[in-house]
C-alpha cells in the first residue's frame, strides 16, 4: 500500500529516497522488520490481557502428557499476535494490486478466522473439543476456494482453466518434466493448502515447535517466491535456474518476509518456557498460509520436503489412528510424534531444538533443489 500512495512521489527532489520502494529487495527486508517490531511491541499488552481474559481456564489439553499440566494459567489466542504483524507487513509493503498477495491472505485470514472459532469455543465452553472437525475443514475448504476462485475465475472458461495447473518435481528441470494435470491440480492444490494447514495445528503442542520450524520455512520461501517472480534488467532469473517463473511473485516473497517477522516476534514470547500458545487461530493460519506459498510459487511437492516435519507430525497421527483402529496396537507412545518422543524421556526442549534442526536441514535441501536440476 505504501508503495502505491508513496512511490510516486519519488520524483519530488526532497522524496526521491522513495525511489527505494521499487525494489522488492528493500520492501521485503521492511516487511520483516514492520511484523517483526509490532509484534515485539504489541506482546506484552496483548499477553497481559489474554492473561486477564482466560483467568482460571486450563488452556492444556488433556491428551498430553502429564508433564504439560505445569502449563496451566498460560494464556492462548497469541496467534492473533502473528496475525497483526503479517498483515501489517504485507500490507504496508506489497503491492495490493498484486491478486496472489491478496489470495494468500484471504486464505490466511480466513483459516485464522476458523482457528479463533475452535478457540472461542474452547475457551467459552471449557472443554477441548472447540469446532467440530467436519465445520472445520469446511471453513477452510470454503476459504480456500474463494481464495482460488478470485484469483484465477474466468467469465469465458471454467474457473480451474485459468490457474497454471502444471506440475514441476524438485531436483527436475522444467526442460525436462513439465506436466499439465488440469483439474487433478485443484485436488492436489487443496491437499497442500489444507494439509498444511491442519500439520502446523498438529506440530502446535510444544512451546516453540510450530513457530522455529514455521519461521525456517517462511524465510525459505521468501527467497523462492522472489527468484521464481524477479526479472531484472530483462534476465529471467527463474528461467535461468529452471524453475517456472510466476507473475507477481516478488510480492509473494514480500508477504513470506510479513509471515517471518511476525514469527521471530512471537518466538519471543513462545520460547520455553512460554508467556502465550499460538492457540488455533495461529496455527491454521500459519499452515495455510505455508500452504498457498507453495501452491503459488510452484513448489507443491517440494512442499513435502520443506514441511517435512509437519508432515511427519500429520503421519504419525494418521499412522497411529489406523493402527488402533485395525489392529488394537498403538505404532507410537503417544501421537502426534513429538510427544512419542517426551515420554521416550526426551526434555521439551531437546525435542524442539533438534525438530528446529531437522526443519533447517530440510529447508537447506530445498535450497539445494534450485541448482541440482
Avoid at 15 to 24: A, D, F, I, N
Avoid at 221 to 233: C, K, R
Wanted: proline share 5%; aromatic share 12%.
Amino acid at each position: 500500500m505504501l508503495y502505491v500512495l508513496l512511490y510516486p512521489l519519488h520524483t519530488i527532489p526532497w522524496l526521491s529516497w522513495l525511489r527505494l520502494l521499487q525494489y522488492p529487495s528493500f520492501r521485503i527486508l521492511c516487511a520483516f522488520a514492520t511484523a517483526m517490531v509490532l509484534g515485539l511491541v504489541m506482546g506484552p499488552r496483548l499477553i497481559a490481557w489474554l492473561r486477564l481474559k482466560q483467568h482460571g481456564v486450563s488452556n492444556v489439553r488433556e491428551d498430553v502428557p502429564d508433564s504439560h499440566q505445569r502449563k496451566k494459567g498460560t494464556p492462548t489466542l497469541g496467534g492473533l499476535l502473528m496475525l497483526a504483524g503479517l498483515s501489517a507487513g504485507t500490507l504496508l509493503f506489497a503491492d495490493p494490486r498484486e491478486p496472489h498477495v491478496v489470495a494468500a491472505l484471504v486464505v490466511t485470514l480466513g483459516y485464522g478466522f476458523t482457528g479463533w472459532l475452535d478457540d472461542h469455543l474452547k475457551l467459552t465452553k471449557r472443554n477441548s473439543k472447540g469446532l467440530p472437525g467436519r465445520w472445520k475443514m469446511l471453513l477452510l475448504t470454503a476459504f480456500f476456494f474463494a481464495a482460488l476462485y478470485g484469483l484465477f475465475f474466468d467469465a469465458s472458461k471454467p474457473a480451474w482453466l485459468s490457474l497454471d495447473t502444471t506440475l514441476t518435481l524438485p531436483f527436475v528441470s522444467i526442460r525436462t518434466f513439465h506436466v499439465d494435470i488440469e483439474w487433478i491440480y485443484l485436488i492436489l492444490a487443496w491437499i497442500v493448502v489444507v494439509g498444511t494447514s491442519n500439520a502446523v495445528n498438529l506440530t502446535d503442542g510444544l512451546d516453540g515447535l510450530a513457530a522455529g520450524p514455521t519461521l525456517i520455512s517462511a524465510g525459505l520461501f521468501t527467497f523462492l517466491a522472489y527468484v521464481a517472480g524477479l526479472s531484472i534488467a530483462g534476465f529471467n532469473i527463474a528461467a535461468y535456474l529452471n524453475i517456472p517463473h510466476v507473475d507477481g511473485a516478488q510480492e509473494l516473497a514480500v508477504f513470506a518476509a510479513s509471515v517471518a517477522g511476525s514469527a521471530v516476534a512471537f518466538l519471543w514470547f513462545n520460547a520455553p518456557p512460554a508467556d502465550v500458545f499460538m492457540g488455533d487461530v495461529g496455527a491454521l493460519a500459519l499452515g495455510g498460509a505455508l500452504g498457498v506459498l507453495a501452491v503459488f510459487t510452484k513448489n507443491e511437492v517440494m512442499s513435502g520436503i520443506v514441511h517435512g516435519v509437519f508432515l511427519a507430525e500429520a503421519l504419525s497421527v494418521m499412522a497411529q489412528v489406523a493402527s488402533f483402529k485395525f489392529t488394537g496396537k498403538r505404532i507410537f507412545l503417544m501421537a502426534p510424534i513429538h510427544h512419542h518422543f517426551e515420554k521416550v524421556g526426551w526434555p521439551e526442549t531437546k525435542v524442539v531444538v533438534r525438530f528446529w534442526i531437522i526443519s533447517g536441514m530440510l529447508a537447506m535441501v530445498g535450497l539445494t533443489s534450485l541448482k541440482l536440476r
